[in-house]
């Protein structure tokens, strides 16, 4: 029992930080419908997918790290609700900053189960 709790706790966030930069991927899809020539389309693209580089880098992090990559998904989380406060319905907010609070606090949960002197090396 201990071995499957070990194991959720250490792939469940890993796992739903994939699927939301995967989510925050698709509102960057809407570049192809605007009539930009070639260039300019892959340029928006890239620049529409910063988000989601910025969830990558944090789940990079805190793939190794989780203490410090929970500390940078709640400041992603945190920094969209200052930069987009009044502009959006508290449902848009959650949707957005939502997920990358519980991720904070799953690989916050993670760290801190794995720093107890009892607790497993690693997750695999």
Same mark, same amino acid.
């Given at each position: +029992? ?80 200052? +930069? ?7 449902? +848009?907010?959650? +949707? ?29």
């Amino acid at each position: +029992m201990n071995e499957t709790r070990d194991r959720v706790l250490y792939w469940a966030p890993r796992i739903v930080a994939i699927l939301y930069a995967l989510f925050l991927g698709l509102f960057a899809l809407d570049v192809f419908g605007q009539g930009y020539g070639l260039w300019d389309t892959i340029l928006a693209l890239l620049i529409h997918l910063v988000p989601t580089y910025l969830v990558l880098i944090a789940l990079l992090v805190a793939w190794r790290w989780e203490g410090v990559g929970s500390i940078l998904l709640l400041g992603l989380g945190l920094v969209y609700l200052l +930069m987009t406060r009044g502009q959006f319905s508290w449902s +848009m907010y959650a +949707m957005i900053s939502g997920p990358l609070v519980l991720l904070a606090a799953l690989f916050l949960l993670d760290w801190l189960y794995r720093c107890r002197p009892e607790a497993p090396s690693n997750g695999a």
